[in-house]
C-alpha cells in the first residue's frame, strides 16, 4: 500500500510536472508564473520579474511577459542561458511562433547556437521587422536554421525605452487566446526575413 501511494505521488507532484514540462519543443505562454523562472537572463532589459494582466482592444484578457528596454542591444534568452528545454531539430522545426504587441516598430533580431557551433556566431543570427500595432497579432519567424538547435536569444528591437508585451513564445505553433474566443482571428503576418 505505502509503494502504491509512493508512486502516486511522484506521478502527481509538482516537481514531476515540472520536469515534463522541460522536455520537447519550448513553448511559454506566460499563463503561470513558472513560465518566468528562466526569463531572468537579460541585457538591456529591465528585469522579466513578473506577468502583467493586459486587455486587448477587443476586451480579451491576456497574462503578458512585458519588457521595457534600458539600452541599445537589448536581448533576453527563453528558457536562460542555460536553457531549460531539450535541444530540437533545427531542420524540422524552423519557425518560432510570437504573440507580441509594441507600439514602435524595431528590427528584432534572433541569434541561435547550433549542435557544431558551440556558440553564438554571425553568421547564426536573423533579422525581422515587427511592426507596431494596436492590438497584439500573432508572427511566424522563419529562421531557416539547420541541425541541432540548443540555445537562442531574442533582441527585441533597438529603441530605447521601448516596451515590448510577449503573450507567447512557441516552436510547436501558434497558440490561442483560451478565455474569451476571440471575436475575430488576430492578424496573420509572416515577417520578411531581412537577410
Known amino acids: 500500500m505505502f509503494v502504491v501511494f509512493v508512486l502516486i505521488f511522484v506521478l502527481c507532484s509538482p516537481v514531476t510536472a515540472s520536469v515534463r514540462r522541460d522536455t520537447g519543443l519550448p513553448e511559454w505562454t506566460f499563463d503561470d508564473v513558472a513560465d518566468l523562472a528562466d526569463w531572468r537572463d537579460c541585457h538591456n532589459l529591465s528585469p522579466a520579474s ?35 528545454w531539450e535541444s530540437f531539430s533545427g531542420d524540422e522545426h524552423k519557425i518560432i511562433y510570437i504573440g507580441v504587441r509594441v507600439k514602435r516598430s524595431d528590427t528584432w533580431q534572433i541569434d541561435y547556437v547550433t549542435g557544431k557551433s558551440g556558440s553564438y556566431e554571425d553568421a547564426q543570427s536573423r533579422k525581422f521587422l515587427v511592426n507596431a500595432t494596436p492590438d497584439f497579432v500573432d508572427l511566424e ?53 531581412l537577410f
Not at 521595457?68 to 537589448?74: A, H, K, L, V
Not at 527585441?156 to 475575430?184: C, F, H, W
Open 50 to 84: 513578473n506577468i502583467v494582466k493586459v486587455k486587448s482592444t477587443n476586451g480579451v484578457e491576456r497574462n503578458v511577459l512585458r519588457l521595457r528596454t534600458t539600452g541599445d542591444n537589448p536581448y533576453i534568452y527563453p528558457g536562460g542561458s542555460v536553457p531549460n
Open 141 to 193: 519567424f522563419d529562421m531557416q536554421w539547420e541541425s541541432t538547435i540548443r540555445s537562442f536569444r531574442i533582441h527585441p528591437g533597438t529603441n530605447m525605452n521601448k516596451v515590448t508585451e510577449i503573450d507567447y513564445l512557441s516552436l510547436q505553433g501558434p497558440v490561442a487566446v483560451t478565455k474569451p474566443p476571440r471575436k475575430l482571428a488576430t492578424t496573420w503576418g509572416r515577417i520578411k526575413d
